[in-house]
């Protein structure tokens, strides 16, 4: 036994050495596998986090799970479950720029239904303001606070509308499209009050 | 025309009033026209005074939509009963 016991201690000393330094072999390249992917969502930019931020956020709770694993000195399970997350967060920018380009499309196609129709409806609406202004007697339904009121909100109309078409010239077609919307509700609403109808 | 004291239905701006001038125009929006642009189809018995008063309150305003139909009419007393007329 006395032969033996230092020769067990050398050798459960070597083991333990060698399992620190497999451990610490793991730890840096989990490091760097975590790193990886927050940097491959860092490079997917602010389009992603506009665009598509369930897939986002689907690669984000990835990296909070690789995070508490590596907290928990789980370096292989962080290495096993690394690459498939770092697909997906590669993956994000052309997912954001297929979104982005599918919603420009879209706000294209709405702004130009909308760049046609609104400005017909305020027309119309103004042409109706500008013979009712001349009346010495509403008709009824119509007082000349409600009338007040069309005036005002159609001026109002008029200024989101330019708004809307500036947006769209700086190239800024979510904006437009938006502000177009709501000028289209406002108008909507004139129409009603006017009892116009479309055509 | 018709005499301004003869009261035309107050019918402007009611749902009904509405109706009746957005399914004159059966037709649909003709090519370049506004597709807002409000339609009126002449009646029996309808003047331009009448049909001004019921839309604006007005009859003395039938000269807008005599001036807004100057393609089909010459004559604001020679209104045709089908004629679709442009009410501004």
Redesign the interface.
Same mark, same amino acid.
């Given at each position: 036994m006395k032969t033996i016991q230092p020769y067990t201690r050398f050798i459960a000393l070597v083991l333990a050495a060698f399992a620190i330094a497999g451990c610490a072999n793991k730890m840096a390249p989990a490091q760097k596998a975590i790193a990886d992917i927050e940097a491959a969502v860092a490079a997917a930019g602010e389009d992603a986090t506009k665009y598509i931020p369930e897939q986002v956020q689907a690669v984000n709770d990835q990296v909070a799970n690789l995070k508490a694993m590596f907290d928990k000195k789980d370096y292989k399970g962080v290495l096993a479950a690394a690459p498939a997350a770092l697909t997906q967060a590669q993956g994000l920018t052309s997912a954001a720029a297929a979104k982005k380009t599918e919603m420009m499309d879209a706000y294209a196609g709405e702004w130009s239904t909308l760049s046609s $129709?609104v400005p017909? =409806?305020v =027309? =119309?609406?103004q $042409?109706?303001v500008?013979? %009712?202004s +001349? $009346?010495? +007697? %509403?008709? !009824?339904?119509?007082d000349a606070a409600t009338l007040d009121s069309v005036k005002t909100s159609l001026a109002e109309a008029n200024t989101m509308w330019s708004q809307a078409t500036e947006a769209q010239a700086a190239g800024d077609l979510e904006q437009a499209v938006t502000l177009a919307q709501q000028v289209k509700t406002r108008t909507d609403e004139l %129409?009603t009050? %006017?009892?116009?109808? !479309?055509? | 025309m018709e005499d301004k004291k003869s009261p035309p239905t107050p019918s402007w701006g009611s749902p009904a009033a509405a109706d009746k001038t957005a399914k004159s125009d059966s037709g649909g929006t003709p090519p370049g026209e506004n597709r807002y642009t409000q339609w009126y189809e002449v009646q029996s018995g309808d003047t331009l005074w009448k049909i001004a008063k019921e839309h604006y309150g007005d009859g003395s305003l039938y000269t807008e939509i005599f001036k807004a139909n100057q393609d089909v009419l010459t004559d604001p007393d020679k209104i045709k009963v089908g004629q679709k007329l442009r009410i501004p």
């Open positions: $129709s017909e =409806a =027309a =119309a609406i $042409s109706r500008d013979v %009712l +001349k $009346s010495k +007697k %509403l008709p !009824a339904g119509m %129409l009050t %006017l009892g116009m109808t !479309a055509g | -």
